[in-house]
Structures are given as C-alpha cells and as structure tokens.
C-alpha cells in the first residue's frame, strides 16, 4: 500500500494492505477473507498500536448515520464518525455528551480504544459514556454487546483487539453551555498544595506548563452555565483573560475554541480545538501518565525535579482530571486520576532518551501510560499498573481464538498471546 502513517508522522505502518471500508458489509468481507486485520481510526494515535502484518481497515468512510433515542437518551453512530461531527449533531438537536477530547478530529471508535479522556473531576473518560458496541467479530459476523452484559467493562477499552467496532451506542444529556476563562500566572503553590481544589474549582479544568516557568503558564476553566458555578474575578490572584483567543503554543493563535468567558455550546468549548481548523501543532510527539489523584502533587513535585531537562524538549504539558471507572484497560481504572500531558517537539531520539528517567520518577506513584501515545514502559511495568490484563488477555483471546486481530504491540505488552 501507498505508506500510511499516524497523524503526526511519528509512526509508518507496515500493514501490507490499507482497506477504506464505505459501509460494515466492506469490513464483514475483509475479516470472512481470511488473514489479520486491524483497525485504524483516524490515525492519531503516536505508535504502532493499530499495525498488523495483515490488512489495516478503516470505518471512517462509513456513513455516521446517528439515532437519537431520547427516551433512553442515547445515540447510536458510526464508530469512525470524528467526535466533532457527532458533537455538531446532537447539538443542533438539543443534545450533549458529558465531554470531549482536546481535538474534535479523532474517531469515536479509536478513542474509546484507547481511553481518551478530557477533563473534569467528575467526568469520567469518553469511553464511560459507552452504552452499547457492535463490532465485526473474528467470524465475520455482527456482534453487540450492551452495558450490563457479561465482561462489557472488557470490551470498551478494547484496544481493537478483538474486532472493529463499527457502530457506538453513546450516554447523552441535554445540551448545555459553557464559558471557557483562561488564567496566567497561577502559582506552583495552588496546584502543588491545593490540587484537587484547582482541578475541581469547574467542570472541567486544565492546567498547561513547561515545567521550569516561575509560575503556571496558562489554567484553563470551562464552566457549565446550568451549574451554578461562578467564574471568580480573581483566582489565586490572578485576573482571567479578557481575549475571546487564546494562544497555546506557536502556531495555535487562530484554531482554538473561544475563550475570555464567552459563553458557548458544550460543543464548541469542550474541545481546545475547533473542528474547523488545523488541529494543534502536527509536528509533535506525545506522551501521557495517569497517577492516582491522592498523589499527585508528589508526583508533580517528582517530575518538577526535572524541569530543565524536560524543558529542552518541550513544548507544552498539560495536566487533566479523570473520574475513576471500571472499565478493565481504562488508565482511570478504580482510581480518581491525574492525567500527566506531554507535547514534545518532534524529536524521537531525544524523547525516547527523556522517558526512562520521567517513567522512572513516576513509577514509585504506579503512572499508568496512555495506550495510544509514546512510552517506553516494559511490559512488566505495565502489568503491575494494569490491574485487569490478564482478565483483559483472557477475553480477547476467547473471542478471538486464532489471533485475527492481534498485533505486535498487543503482543509485547502481553495484551495478546504471542503467535508465530
Ligand atoms: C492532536 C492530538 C490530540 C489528542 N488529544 C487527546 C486528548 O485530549 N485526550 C486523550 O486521551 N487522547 C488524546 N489524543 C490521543 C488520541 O485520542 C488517541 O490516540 C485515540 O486512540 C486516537 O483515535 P483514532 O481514531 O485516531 O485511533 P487510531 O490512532 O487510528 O487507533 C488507535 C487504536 O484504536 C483502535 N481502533 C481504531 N478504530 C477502531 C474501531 N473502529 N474498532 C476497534 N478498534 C479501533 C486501533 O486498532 C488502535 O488500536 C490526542 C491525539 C492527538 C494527535
């Protein structure tokens, strides 16, 4: 096939065949074929999670075809339908997920696959809005499974390790808005001693540094107007932003969402990003730890340490909350999280040479990595912070007995059994 690699770059598949399925008929063929399969969402994960030796299909051609069952309030849509065009959607309905992602690009399916999150104390990882996933089995054949059924919690963090999903059955609410205000300059001393007041002062809060900045460099807070939150004049001191556009790092002056307080749709202020433009920077590696919120502040001093040497790589961090849940491969597994961010510049050697010593500081705090970004955590390391892998293995391989949809990746981390 003509190369194929994830969004930024930083990984080029070596699946000998790319499949762009336009309806679950394509998908359903491409399996009964015969040979290995994976799935790829919109590509932007940072390594080779979705490669395979055999055929790499995407559903994102496959048309979103949404239904909405307001009495049940939920809606069902095509897995490779970009969160954004759903968000737009139920929007224009009077309707609303619970949150979003920083980029309203990336795929439903891909990023329940992998845990993606925004955040919020409260808010759990997109993948816990999950009500239901059909996907195309190892046979061929369609198959859902439902919240309550047996190992559901298994399967929505799956990884594509057992089959593409092809159609979401997602929790929604009634639409809401939001005010985003942006704040410079907090100090270290209110995240470092008093975390889980910052992180839960509004719905969703995030904070971005580079680590070696006498103060925080910019603090998002995206307030629900139907709460009863007020936006404070002052915060730790500090006057929000009265500009409606923001600045994160070079290159996003003109493609985030507005901000200055002006109250707007969920759709349209959850996301940092707006789906009408270039997302972030493009030129970049990423890299995420989720530590248990009780500890993190220990966490964040551990990684502070480093500061200098974090830096020269750097381009921006960000750290966000994840409500604790139950789903078996969920980096928020049983724990309230903090969720460590790292944008780096588009540097893999000197990346790959920085993330012993970060993974290092934060081991003694059992950091969990993000499935679909850079690490380099062995694959002994991550069992011992991955509670259900083993459960996890367990499942894939019942559904999946012959290893159709196993990987290298899977493989390594002992998500799947290793084959010939
Ligand atoms: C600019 C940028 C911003 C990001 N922001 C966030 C963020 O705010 N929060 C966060 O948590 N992450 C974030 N991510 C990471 C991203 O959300 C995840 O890597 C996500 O998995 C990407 O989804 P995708 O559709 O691109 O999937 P891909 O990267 O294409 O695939 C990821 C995995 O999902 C599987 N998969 C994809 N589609 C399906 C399907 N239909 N059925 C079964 N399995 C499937 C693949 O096999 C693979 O294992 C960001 C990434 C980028 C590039």
Redesign the pocket.
């Known amino acids: 096939m003509s190369s194929t690699s ?3 770059g930083t990984y080029t598949f070596t699946a000998p065949r790319l499949v762009e399925a336009r309806t679950i008929d394509d998908v359903r063929d491409v399996v009964a074929a015969g040979g290995r399969v ?8 940072f390594n080779d ?2 490669d395979t030796t055999g055929t790499l299909v995407t ?1 994102t051609g496959i048309a979103a075809e949404p239904v909405l069952d307001e009495s049940a309030r939920t809606v069902t849509v095509g ?2 339908t970009r969160y954004g065009v759903l968000a737009t959607w139920l929007e224009e309905r009077g309707w609303a997920l619970h949150n979003l ?3 309203p690009h ?2 439903i ?3 329940i ?6 955040s919020g104390q409260g808010n759990g990882a997109l993948s816990t809005a999950v009500r239901a996933l059909t ?1 195309v089995d190892a046979e061929g054949g369609l198959t859902t499974v439902t919240r309550g059924d047996a190992d559901f919690e298994g399967y929505v963090v ?3 390790a057992y ?4 159609r979401v059955t997602l929790d929604v609410q009634p639409t809401f808005d939001v005010r985003q205000d942006v704040f410079h300059g907090l100090p270290w001393a209110a995240l470092l001693d008093d975390l889980d007041a910052l992180t839960g002062a509004a719905y969703s809060v995030s904070v971005f540094t580079t680590w070696d900045e006498p103060t925080l460099d910019q603090t998002w807070r995206k307030t629900r107007l139907d709460g009863g939150d007020d936006v404070p004049a002052r915060w730790y001191g500090v006057a929000p932003d009265p500009s409606s556009e923001g600045r994160l790092v070079a290159g996003s002056e003109d493609n985030l969402t507005p901000q200055g307080g002006l109250p707007g749709p969920w759709s349209q202020r959850l996301p940092h990003f707006r789906l009408d433009s270039t ?2 920077n493009g030129d970049e590696i ?1 890299t ?1 730890y989720f530590v248990e919120r009780r500890v993190a502040a220990d966490a964040l001093r551990a990684v502070r340490a480093r500061a200098p040497r974090i830096a020269r790589v750097l381009l921006i961090s960000e750290l966000r909350t994840v409500a604790a849940d139950e789903l078996w491969l969920s980096p928020a597994y049983e724990r309230d999280a903090l969720a460590i961010h790292f944008t780096w510049r588009n540097r893999p050697d000197a990346v790959r040479a920085l993330l012993p010593e970060l993974e290092a500081a934060l081991a003694p705090f059992d950091a969990r990595p ?1 499935w ?2 850079f690490h380099g955590m062995s694959p002994q390391a991550v069992a011992r912070v991955t509670p259900r892998l083993a459960d996890a293995r367990a499942l894939f391989e019942r559904l999946d007995p012959e290893g159709v949809f196993t990987g290298a990746h899977l493989e390594r981390l002992g998500l799947r059994d290793r084959r010939g």
């Open positions: 994830t969004w930024a994976r799935a790829l969402g919109t590509r932007h994960s999670l979705a559903v897995a490779g992602g920083s980029l990336i795929s399916g891909g990023a696959a992998t845990g993606t999150h925004g996907y799956g990884l594509g089959g593409i999903v092809v997302p972030s990423q995420e993000h679909g970004k």
